[in-house]
């Protein structure tokens, strides 16, 4: 038969064809291949002693391969927890054995697809060789030694206790999680409220910071503008710091299917990325010149009148000083010299930009962590203001966020100065109306803090902590140094100046860990200290119920899938039980005067909260000012059963009703993006599109937030006549609604009289009743208001952004030029210097020991710190080793060969002397240009040649470990966020020597 | 390099440029040593998974087919 | 009658591995072996890198069966290549000539034994009984026989790669690459493969008479 028949003649022919395939195949340089490959053996090695030699096939799970016809098997819709991009997951659960996981077609935001963390998700639920953290630890004697849950807790508080009545409640510092669901975050935040201090941050600090000021104070909300699909409605894309095939790999779907149909891609950046590769403009530039180039646009834009007048005039407040300053200062020539790009390719990039509208400029932390960065996100929200590319389907700032959900615990979480809702912490009435929601006594509050003024005060920053260990007492901003840490759910390999972070290690009281993988902070305290670490194992996403916000602000609850595995706990079941040692368990669940905001259950994690009242009672009745309110956990509920009923390119649903529970979805958007305004009841339907006037409030269209004021030295700095939303009965700008504005307006009576009680006295954003906003928006108004978007923010210390060169730059030459700011002596309670560690980098000519551009970023596999995807051998696998991505030429230069290790050192600071150094393997690639290297930032477990697995809890280590880029990178911080700079350094690479 | 490798495949594939013949092997065939395979509509479908009606060849294409289009984007953005 | 075949649109592939953990999730494939795996060519050449997910293409004229000394292949009606393991000797034929580098062969034990050839089932799983423990533990799941298409297609980030029935991913692909301007016309692997002229755009899902 000619199935199986041997044809041996075209057999031989064809194998030896096949041979020169698989060679050529083979002769590829790529980075996975090659790396991998020269890891290959070392793979064996890690397999040999992680799995054992040879392995039978499916050891790795307890799945059971028997299909059920019985129908046994739950399926529970959970969202994957990896990025912002929100991807659905069907889980498959036979007793309570997480055995299978299937694509969500019907998802509006992923369509079934997902990257590779994604597609393998399911790792986490199998309990053979898993690498979490199984019990609670203590270290005792240089040794992780196994305690009991009670244990853990009491030594904790009596420590905790102790500590606070030596040193009071600034003593402490919360790290905590944008990987929290939204109802943990919110509490988080105000477990470090109800402990007394504003020292607490998380991951948002060091991701997007830069971006939430920069947008916030522009235009009103620090958030993407649109969503990811509604990249499909565009005709250019511009990647400025973003490496999305890698970073937020189901968003390319969306940018591929747009470019398919004509729009453009525009990838600008230091490396040639995978993003890049599907690029139709690729732009090289040099690391940390971003508002260089973006002006260098700007002018061509200018030059050739692509502005767009008419929108500038009516929308955005600045723009003509704007301009004559770009025009001044950012000819061609000037352009050219500071970023390296040609004036032709600026040009062609300006063009594309004003041809092709709407158009996105997308980025992430390419952008945002530099100390320049607040400058870059504002230049880029100012080129897209002057082509009216903002407040419309199809163009705006899309800003991809990193954690799956990092957009979530910005808006509710621990922040150092905010509350939930980002109610300032330093105004008063934030303190009145979250004490009221949280069904709390102020006056407890206030005697929980060391002082009002410290409760006013912002704390310090993630990206700072250890500066509040090791910083001289009287240059601080409050009583004590920082003497407990916990990292709850947070890498600390992700922060920078790793190598002085053992020295803050060092001096620390009590450090907790709080995570399913201990991380990188439990092998480098052990390294450096004999006792004084607990770690607890939290459970995940995965093992809780509880809703997350995607990048585009759409709101999605996961289902749990399994129970905490091994002894592991939720976190707010660790928060609920800590918080009863610590004292004030009845005000962490708003028990006051017969009310209680959160119920209790009895759980596998032992008491905990419901999650649902966190959403219901606290969140869905505080967080007025960004739109948590009208978020329901029956409506999101409804959405997650119903994601076909979702159109794809507008998010909006046509038409449908739920099964389960009758409610009528019509016209809501997917997940209901925030802003979703008011009650649930006047189904508010979520913003897609943030200030699009195009449509009507109850639509989801916007104006400009009205933050500013009125008017500013004389103009006018509402929107102009004419503008509005569609369907307002206001046509031109107007103020933010309160009770004065409506009672002016005559629509006071159309509040109810209940409404018209908690309405009184108050504003839009913090009537509780939500009636300001209903009437607002029933009359086609923003609650907000409607005012312009400034190009010009007069409240900063650069009102228009500036090119400042990094405090360690390549170019010494142009420091003089740009310089970056004065040092400021006290910056989110810490001194912080810019000018004195530049200026001395210049005069060491550290460039020239140091001639090498370094950055860092995303890999594929890989996220965050990485300890977790790093456990999960299906990922693990697949990138074996940390590396160094070099030009061919520097490589040659120095002797190196693919494959190779090498040493990369920079001027950061080893407290134990000298500078610090990276053990890392050669990839030699035309990827970056001769004078940057690039280092991918997810691994940790090695520290400067030596691999840390002995300091790690036995079992608990992860499978892959190497050098994290962090432990070798510099000083340097954002000048308004305390954002730290971890894009662009200085550093030598060389040959390796033992 | 693509190109190359494609003019690779184009060679390799002179032989036999023909899509060849499939014949159904639902049992063993003459010259095969495999065991019987069970043919994958003779299967009863999974109680929360696609529907067929068992044995018939044609019932299970069509919701393979059906299902395929998931893989196509515009199937599901222009529903 | 149905023709299973894979397609990657080089165009979209992004290299995002997604398919390749997607298979390791799906059949539980051990560390060391991996059924489908992402090339990139031309890594970091400004305008020339292309990435491509390879495994078994499940050949019509399969070299891998032609050249296997116990004849352990067979073809399943609807066009899967598949083997039987009991029956491999873990010889390497296969291997070499395989155009796509699909044969595996889980780590080399004592004295260079080879263990049994593992390769990409189409997630069709193998000769065991349909679903059953046996099945799964030696090839891994059987989506076809649930009526589901490979988990690595199912799952592609980009939908660059398209796994089912011949004629529909043709049309598929037809439908891209009009949109596209003709980009990318030539389907990669296709002509090794599947015998066909490799051009998305311009061929007929495959050729008359060619197929059952
Ligand atoms: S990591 Fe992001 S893109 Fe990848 S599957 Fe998860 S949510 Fe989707
Ligand atoms: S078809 Fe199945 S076995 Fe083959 S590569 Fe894809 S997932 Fe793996
Ligand atoms: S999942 Fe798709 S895009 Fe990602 S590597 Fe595989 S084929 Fe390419």
């Not at chain 1, 770690?535 to 119920?545: I, R």
């Not at chain 3, 398919?19 to 031309?42: D, F, L, M, Q, Y």
Request: contains cysteine; neutral net charge.
């Amino acid at each position: 038969m000619l199935l199986t028949r041997k044809t041996n003649g075209s057999a031989v022919q064809q194998s030896r064809l096949a041979q020169g395939l698989n060679g050529v195949l083979a002769k590829t340089i790529d980075r996975r291949s090659f790396l991998k490959r020269s890891g290959l053996t070392a793979g064996a090695g890690v397999a040999a002693v992680t799995f054992g030699s040879q392995l039978p096939f499916s050891m790795i799970g307890e799945a059971k391969a028997k299909d059920d016809s019985s129908g046994k098997i739950e399926v529970k819709r959970t969202v994957c927890t990896h990025c912002s991009v929100g991807c659905a997951i069907d889980a498959h659960v036979q007793d309570g054995v997480w055995i299978r996981q299937e694509p969500v077609f019907d998802s509006p935001i992923n369509l079934g697809a997902h990257c590779a963390k994604g597609a393998a998700i399911r790792e986490h639920g199998i309990s053979h060789d898993s690498h979490r953290l199984k019990y609670p630890m203590k270290l005792e004697g240089g040794k992780w030694k196994k305690i009991s849950w009670d244990t853990a807790y009491d030594e904790i508080s009596k420590k905790m206790l102790e500590i606070r009545k030596q040193s009071g409640p600034d003593s402490l510092f919360i790290v905590g999680s944008s990987k929290h669901n939204n109802e943990q975050a919110e509490l988080l935040c105000k477990w470090a409220r109800l402990w007394g201090t504003n020292n607490t941050d998380h991951q948002a600090r060091i991701c997007h910071s830069t971006t939430v000021a920069g947008l916030g104070q522009t235009w009103g909300y620090g958030a993407m503008t649109n969503s990811y699909n509604d990249e499909q409605n565009s005709k250019s894309l511009m990647f400025l710091g973003s490496n999305a095939a890698e970073a937020h790999p189901v968003s390319m779907l969306h940018t591929l299917h747009a470019k398919e149909n004509g729009a453009k891609v525009i990838v600008v950046d230091p490396r040639y990325t995978r993003t890049a590769a599907k690029a139709d403009i690729y732009v090289r530039h040099r690391s940390g010149t971003d508002v260089a180039f973006l002006f260098g646009v700007l002018y061509h834009i200018f030059k050739n009148g692509w502005e767009d007048k008419q929108y500038i005039h009516d929308r955005v407040y600045g723009m003509d000083k704007v301009k004559e300053e770009v025009m001044a200062k950012w000819t061609p020539e000037k352009c050219t010299e500071v970023t390296g790009v040609s004036e032709a390719d600026v040009y062609l990039v300006a063009k594309t930009m004003a041809e092709n509208r709407p158009g996105f400029i997308i980025w992430a932390m390419g952008q945002t962590q530099h100390t320049n960065a607040n400058a870059v996100v504002r230049a880029t929200n100012i080129v897209q203001l002057a082509l009216g590319n903002v407040g419309r389907s199809g163009g705006g700032c899309n800003v991809y966020r990193g954690h799956d959900n990092v957009q979530g615990a910005t808006d509710l979480g621990p922040n150092p100065d905010t509350l939930p809702g980002y109610y300032p912490v330093a105004v008063p009435g934030s303190w009145v109306h979250w004490a009221k929601v949280w069904n709390i006594d102020l006056d407890w509050l206030k005697k929980q803090y060391a002082s009002e003024a410290l409760m006013a005060r912002p704390g310090m920053t993630v990206s700072r902590w250890i500066d509040g260990v090791t910083e001289k007492t009287e240059n601080i901003d409050q009583d004590p140094n920082l003497r407990m840490i916990f990292f709850w759910g947070h890498a600390p390999n992700s922060q920078s100046r790793g190598s002085e972070m053992l020295e803050a290690m060092k001096k620390l009281d009590l450090m907790v860990v709080i995570d399913p993988y201990p991380s990188a902070s439990a092998a480098m305290f052990a390294m450096v200290r004999k006792d004084g670490a607990y770690l607890l194992p939290a459970a995940t996403q995965l093992e809780c119920d509880g809703s997350v916000t995607a990048s585009n602000r759409s709101v999605q609850w996961r289902e749990k899938v399994i129970e905490p595995m091994f002894e592991s706990r939720t976190d707010h079941a660790i928060m609920y039980q800590l918080a009863g040692k610590l004292g004030f368990a009845d005000q962490f669940i708003g028990k006051k005067d017969g009310k209680q905001n959160l119920r209790i259950v009895k759980s596998k994690s032992g008491d905990e909260p419901i999650l649902e009242d966190v959403t219901r009672n606290e969140t869905n009745k505080g967080t007025w000012t960004i739109g948590y309110t009208g978020q329901s956990p029956e409506r999101m509920q409804a959405h997650m059963r119903n994601m076909h009923l979702f159109d794809v390119k507008s998010l909006r649903c046509k038409g449908g009703k739920d099964a389960l529970t009758g409610y009528d979805m019509t016209g809501d958007y997917f997940g209901m993006p925030w802003p979703c305004y008011g009650s649930p009841t006047i189904k508010h339907p979520g913003t897609p599109n943030l200030y699009d006037t195009h449509l009507h409030p109850m639509d989801g269209g916007h104006t400009f937030r009205a933050l500013f004021g009125v008017e500013k030295d004389g103009i006018n700095l509402l929107a102009e006549d004419g503008i509005a939303n569609k369907g307002s009965d206001i046509t031109t700008g107007y103020p933010q609604f309160d009770h004065v504005l409506l009672k002016k307006l005559g629509w006071w009576d159309e509040l109810t009289e209940d409404e018209k009680k908690a309405a009184e006295g108050k504003t839009w954003a913090n009537d509780l009743s939500g009636g300001i906003q209903r009437v607002a928006m029933k009359h086609g108004c923003s609650p907000f208001g409607n005012a312009k978007a400034r190009a010009v923010v007069w409240n900063w210390p650069d009102a228009i952004p500036q090119h400042r060169e990094p405090l360690f730059s390549p170019r010494a030459d142009l420091v003089e030029k740009y310089p970056t700011h004065d040092d400021v002596k006290n910056l989110w309670r810490l001194p912080t210097l810019f000018k004195s560690v530049q200026q001395k980098a210049v005069k060491d000519e550290t460039h020239k020991k140091f001639p090498l551009v370094l950055t860092s970023g995303r890999l594929v596999e890989y996220e965050g710190g990485g300890e977790e995807t790093r456990s999960n051998p299906w990922l693990a696998e697949l990138m074996q080793d940390c590396f160094v991505e070099i030009n061919p030429k520097t490589a040659a230069d120095r002797g190196i060969r693919n494959g190779e290790y090498v040493w990369v050192s920079t001027p950061g600071i080893n407290p134990g002397g000298g500078n610090p150094r990276l053990k890392v393997k050669a990839k030699v690639t035309e990827g970056v240009g001769p004078d940057t290297v690039f280092i991918p930032f997810h691994f940790s477990g090695w520290w400067q040649g030596q691999d840390m697995l002995p300091y790690y809890p036995e079992g608990a280590a992860p499978i892959v470990r190497g050098e994290a880029v962090n432990t070798a990178t510099t000083y340097g911080y954002d000048r308004i966020t305390m954002m730290q700079e971890t894009k662009t350094t200085l550093c030598q690479v060389a040959k390796f020597q033992a | 390099m693509i190109r190359r490798l494609l003019v690779a495949a184009a060679v390799l594939t002179l032989a036999a440029c023909m899509e060849v013949e499939q014949a159904s092997t639902p049992e063993r065939q003459a010259g095969q040593t495999v065991r019987r395979d069970t043919a994958a509509w003779n299967n009863e479908p999974l109680a929360n998974g696609p529907k067929w009606s068992k044995g018939d060849r044609t019932s299970w294409e069509e919701q393979i087919k059906k299902r395929q289009l998931a893989q196509h984007e515009d199937r599901r953005i222009y529903q | 009658m149905a023709r299973m075949k894979f397609l990657c649109d080089a165009e979209r592939c992004i290299e995002c591995n997604g398919c390749v953990t997607a298979c390791k999730n799906e059949n539980e494939v051990p560390w060391g072996v991996n059924r489908r795996r992402v090339v990139t060519i031309n890594d970091g050449v400004i305008g020339a890198e292309k990435s491509i997910s390879v495994a078994c293409m499940h050949c019509s004229d399969a070299p891998c069966m032609a050249v296997c000394p116990v004849d352990c292949f067979y073809r399943t009606s609807d066009g899967v290549v598949l083997h039987d393991k009991d029956l491999c000797i873990g010889c390497g034929y296969c291997f070499y000539a395989c155009p796509f580098g699909a044969p595996q062969f889980p780590q080399a034990g004592a004295f260079g034994l080879r263990g049994k050839m593992d390769k990409c089932t189409f997630c069709a799983g193998g000769p065991e009984a349909d679903k059953s423990d046996a099945e799964f533990k030696k090839y891994g799941r059987n989506r076809l026989a649930e009526g589901k298409l490979p988990a690595c297609a199912e799952m592609c980030s980009t939908k660059a790669l398209l796994g089912g029935d011949g004629d529909v991913i043709a049309d598929i692909y037809r439908e891209r690459v009009v949109r596209r301007g003709n980009k990318g016309a030539e389907a990669w692997g296709w002509g090794s493969a599947y015998g066909q002229p490799p051009k998305g755009g311009v061929a007929p899902a495959a050729p008359a008479g060619g197929k059952s």
